[in-house]
């Protein structure tokens, strides 16, 4: 096993030209040919793949695997080095004509049935730093058996396999490597989600903001054809991303703030670059937080697309979508923070969505895994649909749910610290928060808090940084901060 290569949540992320390198690209893909020639379940000879390329009506008679890559720093060239070492191991690789979106990409996954896709992207990391995602067939992110088998077959950078430079290497003349526009099939499927003859009549004016992200060849594309009118920033190529950090939160969407209020749009939508999460600015320019876009689109939903089933959300996703659930009658099942939990359960076809509090939401009859694009295109629709703003449709949701109030904050701390913090919590936890006795506590990842009336305090670490996280809600606006404040006493009190 290579210890200096570790995927997590987000898969393998590094600094560029420091942990990730030509080489250590190279490695990766090594580890993932192995284990899509060797793996029983999950590789091109795995019972797994093998029953689901059956149930799509295919016997693909070569593994195939599709390639991507966002707008970073060198990200296409780290693309073409990957393909170029699954290609010497007798793998089949289409590589994307233009930056990927990884949802796009694990769409082509399911519509090719192809053995999996590596993407080369940071997703919304700082602009130094960039990684490798592995979407394994059933077209989501590697879940942790797949993750535990590629760190396995990780060769050692001393390995003779690992003979060429990145100059020897030859990565953009590879004849066996093909070239494929993944547009044209993911856009074809958003026509069928989506009510566009309700697009066509609602004469919305919608402001998008790919973040200099893969987005920027979606967003716009879609609404124009179907009669939307769309104003744009940062569509154009910048790989230090504004100097930004190119998330989908509040700070990060100042412009598209600006832009939304100064050209008096109805709404303002944003991707992370490789449009996993999104971001929503309201007709006055206000942020709109996903605790809330994620319970008011499964009401979209259920009420005007009839869809029927389970629902799943982490841990610490508000209970607004809990509201939503129980008034319509569906089972909602609560998991570790981590899309890929939901991801399994989005796999089994029983689920019309997953959520996530960050930005992550999964619809079913689609793909798996988190969609920030499908996300954002649903709240047009949503708004198309009804013929109404969206401070109108919180303002009717509101007279239906009791709203919920959120914080969340970040808090650095040393390993070992941490370790300290999570072994006291568990050993000597609190009874009360904030005078308010705890009524129940869930350790399903870290310590959620639950209080006598319903309120919540969450603290978890981080699993790909050195930080504790904290989270609150509340009926009460200013409770959440309350019980943050009393979340740090805490955690003080123990370190």
């Not at 560029?16 to 490695?27: C, E, F, I, K, P």
């Not at 396999?161 to 490597?177: H, Q």
């Not at 009118?229 to 939160?249: R, S, Y």
């Not at 009717?396 to 072994?423: A, C, G, H, W």
Request: charged letters at 25%; a positive charge; hydrophobic letters at 40%.
């Amino acid at each position: 096993m290579s210890e200096d290569i570790k995927f997590s949540t987000a898969g393998f992320r590094a600094v560029t030209a420091d942990g990730l390198t030509a080489q250590s690209v190279q490695r990766l893909a090594y580890g993932i040919s192995e284990h899509i020639l060797e793996h029983p379940f999950y590789g091109f000879e795995g019972t797994g793949y093998r029953k689901h390329c059956e149930e799509h009506g295919k016997k693909p008679k070569k593994p195939l695997v599709l390639v991507g890559f966002d707008t970073r720093f060198f990200s296409k060239q780290f693309a073409y080095i990957a393909a170029n070492a699954l290609v010497q191991s007798g793998i089949t690789v289409k590589v994307a004509e233009l930056p990927l979106p990884t949802p796009v990409a694990e769409w082509a996954v399911l519509n090719e049935c192809a053995v999996g896709a590596i993407v080369v992207t940071g997703s919304e990391a700082e602009y130094y730093v960039n990684g490798v995602k592995w979407i394994s067939y059933y077209g989501g992110i590697a879940n942790n058996e797949i993750v535990q088998d590629i760190e396995k077959h990780i060769p050692s950078p001393s390995a003779q396999i690992l003979k060429a430079s990145s100059t020897e290497f030859g990565y953009l003349n590879a004849a066996a490597v093909v070239s494929k526009d993944m547009r044209k099939s993911y856009l074809a499927r958003l026509e069928k989600m989506l009510d566009v003859k309700a697009l066509k009549k609602s004469k919305l004016k919608v402001a998008v903001d790919p973040l200099f992200g893969t987005a920027k060849n979606y967003f716009r594309e879609f609404l124009e054809k179907y009669g939307v009118t769309v104003e744009g920033i940062h569509e154009g190529d910048d790989v230090l991303f504004g100097g930004h950090v190119p998330n989908a939160g509040p700070v990060s969407l100042t412009d598209l703030k600006k832009l939304v209020t100064g050209k008096k749009m109805h709404l303002g939508i944003a991707c992370n670059p490789d449009c996993d999460k999104f971001g929503i600015i309201d007709a006055e320019g206000n942020w709109v937080s996903p605790n809330e876009i994620a319970p008011m689109l499964l009401e979209h939903l259920v009420r005007n697309k009839k869809v029927k089933g389970r629902v799943c959300r982490s841990v610490i996703t508000s209970n607004l979508i809990d509201q939503v659930a129980k008034t319509n009658g569906l089972m909602l099942r609560e998991t570790p923070v981590g899309f890929k939990y939901i991801t399994e359960l989005m796999t089994t076809g029983q689920y019309i969505m997953g959520m996530e509090e960050s930005g992550g939401i999964a619809v079913a009859d689609h793909i798996p895994d988190k969609d920030g694009l499908l996300a954002c295109l649903l709240v047009v629709d949503m708004l198309a649909v009804e013929g109404k703003t969206l401070k109108q449709l919180k303002k009717e949701f509101y007279k239906k749910y009791k709203q919920l109030f959120d914080q969340k904050v970040s808090i650095p701390k040393t390993e070992t610290e941490i370790n300290r913090i999570m072994e006291r919590l568990d050993i000597r936890p609190p009874l009360s928060i904030n005078k308010t006795s705890v009524w129940r506590i869930d350790s399903t990842d870290g310590f959620k808090f639950i209080l006598k009336g319903g309120s919540w305090l969450a603290i978890r670490p981080s699993s790909t940084e050195r930080l504790i996280r904290m989270y609150a809600e509340a009926q009460d606006e200013k409770l959440p901060a309350a019980l943050i404040k009393e979340g740090k006493k805490i955690i003080d009190s123990i370190v």
